[in-house]
Protein backbone atom coordinates (compact mmCIF):
# COMPACT_ATOMS: atom_id res chain seq x y z
CA UNK A 1 0.00 0.00 0.00
CA UNK A 2 1.56 3.15 -0.85
CA UNK A 3 1.63 6.00 1.41
CA UNK A 4 3.05 9.55 1.94
CA UNK A 5 2.84 11.18 5.22
CA UNK A 6 3.81 14.58 5.45
CA UNK A 7 5.22 16.15 8.83
CA UNK A 8 7.12 19.36 10.06
CA UNK A 9 4.23 21.92 9.93
CA UNK A 10 3.21 24.12 12.89
CA UNK A 11 2.70 28.11 13.81
CA UNK A 12 5.43 30.09 12.88
CA UNK A 13 5.98 34.34 13.06
CA UNK A 14 6.49 35.99 10.33
CA UNK A 15 10.07 35.61 9.11
CA UNK A 16 10.69 32.60 10.51
CA UNK A 17 11.42 28.82 8.81
CA UNK A 18 10.40 25.77 8.40
CA UNK A 19 11.41 22.34 7.21
CA UNK A 20 8.74 19.94 5.76
CA UNK A 21 9.00 16.13 5.22
CA UNK A 22 7.32 13.80 2.68
CA UNK A 23 8.03 10.07 4.17
CA UNK A 24 6.94 7.54 1.74
CA UNK A 25 6.40 3.55 2.36
CA UNK A 26 4.88 0.83 -0.18
CA UNK A 27 6.81 1.58 -2.91
CA UNK A 28 10.47 2.68 -3.91
CA UNK A 29 10.50 7.01 -4.67
CA UNK A 30 13.61 6.46 -7.10
CA UNK A 31 11.03 6.83 -9.83
CA UNK A 32 8.17 9.10 -8.76
CA UNK A 33 8.78 12.76 -9.40
CA UNK A 34 7.22 14.70 -5.73
CA UNK A 35 5.32 17.81 -5.88
CA UNK A 36 4.70 19.97 -2.86
CA UNK A 37 1.49 21.78 -3.02
CA UNK A 38 -0.61 23.91 -0.73
CA UNK A 39 -3.83 24.45 -0.05
CA UNK A 40 -5.99 27.54 2.14
CA UNK A 41 -9.80 26.87 2.77
CA UNK A 42 -11.74 28.18 -0.14
CA UNK A 43 -9.00 28.00 -2.20
CA UNK A 44 -7.82 25.71 -5.26
CA UNK A 45 -5.02 23.65 -4.26
CA UNK A 46 -1.73 25.03 -5.97
CA UNK A 47 1.65 23.88 -6.88
CA UNK A 48 4.31 25.02 -4.63
CA UNK A 49 7.34 23.28 -5.57
CA UNK A 50 8.81 20.04 -8.05
CA UNK A 51 10.92 17.74 -8.31
CA UNK A 52 12.00 14.98 -10.87
CA UNK A 53 13.14 11.13 -9.52
CA UNK A 54 16.92 11.93 -10.51
CA UNK A 55 16.45 15.57 -8.57
CA UNK A 56 17.78 16.80 -12.15
CA UNK A 57 14.51 18.74 -12.67
CA UNK A 58 13.41 21.53 -9.99
CA UNK A 59 10.60 23.78 -10.16
CA UNK A 60 9.09 26.48 -7.99
CA UNK A 61 5.93 28.64 -7.89
CA UNK A 62 7.56 32.51 -8.16
CA UNK A 63 5.51 33.41 -4.75
CA UNK A 64 8.01 31.08 -3.24
CA UNK A 65 11.36 31.37 -5.40
CA UNK A 66 13.99 32.32 -3.47
CA UNK A 67 12.65 30.66 0.04
CA UNK A 68 11.68 27.59 -0.60
CA UNK A 69 14.14 24.45 -1.22
CA UNK A 70 13.05 21.25 -2.52
CA UNK A 71 15.11 18.43 -1.77
CA UNK A 72 14.88 14.44 -1.42
CA UNK A 73 16.60 11.66 -0.02
CA UNK A 74 15.72 8.39 -2.09
CA UNK A 75 17.80 6.23 0.23
CA UNK A 76 15.55 7.77 2.83
CA UNK A 77 12.64 7.45 0.71
CA UNK A 78 11.55 10.78 1.87
CA UNK A 79 11.06 14.52 0.38
CA UNK A 80 11.89 17.63 2.17
CA UNK A 81 10.30 21.76 1.99
CA UNK A 82 12.84 23.86 3.59
CA UNK A 83 10.99 26.88 3.89
CA UNK A 84 12.46 30.50 5.10
CA UNK A 85 11.27 33.96 5.14
CA UNK A 86 7.83 32.81 5.88
CA UNK A 87 4.81 35.60 5.23
CA UNK A 88 1.08 34.99 6.35
CA UNK A 89 0.76 34.31 2.85
CA UNK A 90 2.25 31.11 3.24
CA UNK A 91 -0.02 29.77 5.50
CA UNK A 92 -2.13 26.62 4.27
CA UNK A 93 -2.10 22.86 4.41
CA UNK A 94 0.64 21.18 2.85
CA UNK A 95 0.61 18.19 0.47
CA UNK A 96 3.22 16.58 -0.93
CA UNK A 97 2.33 14.45 -4.11
CA UNK A 98 4.07 11.69 -6.09
CA UNK A 99 4.15 10.31 -9.27
CA UNK A 100 5.80 7.74 -11.16
CA UNK A 101 8.04 9.43 -13.83
CA UNK A 102 11.00 11.10 -14.52
CA UNK A 103 10.58 14.43 -15.03
CA UNK A 104 8.23 16.78 -12.97
CA UNK A 105 4.45 16.92 -12.29
CA UNK A 106 2.94 19.95 -11.52
CA UNK A 107 -0.44 19.78 -12.40
CA UNK A 108 -2.67 18.88 -9.44
CA UNK A 109 -4.84 16.46 -11.70
CA UNK A 110 -1.92 14.50 -12.90
CA UNK A 111 -0.39 13.70 -9.38
CA UNK A 112 -0.81 10.10 -8.33
CA UNK A 113 -0.60 9.45 -4.49
CA UNK A 114 -1.57 12.35 -1.97
CA UNK A 115 -0.48 12.31 1.74
CA UNK A 116 -2.62 13.63 4.31
CA UNK A 117 -1.23 17.04 4.73
CA UNK A 118 0.65 19.18 7.33
CA UNK A 119 -0.68 22.31 8.57
CA UNK A 120 1.53 25.71 8.15
CA UNK A 121 0.50 28.52 10.06
CA UNK A 122 2.53 31.71 9.78
CA UNK A 123 1.18 34.58 12.23
CA UNK A 124 2.69 37.11 14.90
Known amino acids: QRKLVESGGGLVQPGGSLRLSCEVS????????IGWFRQVPGKEREGVSF????????QYADSVKGRFTISRDNAKNTAYLAMSSLTPEDTGDYYC?????????????????WGQGTRVTVSS
Open 97 to 113: AATYSSSVITAVNMSAH
Open 51 to 58: ISSGSDMI
Open 26 to 33: GFNLDYYA
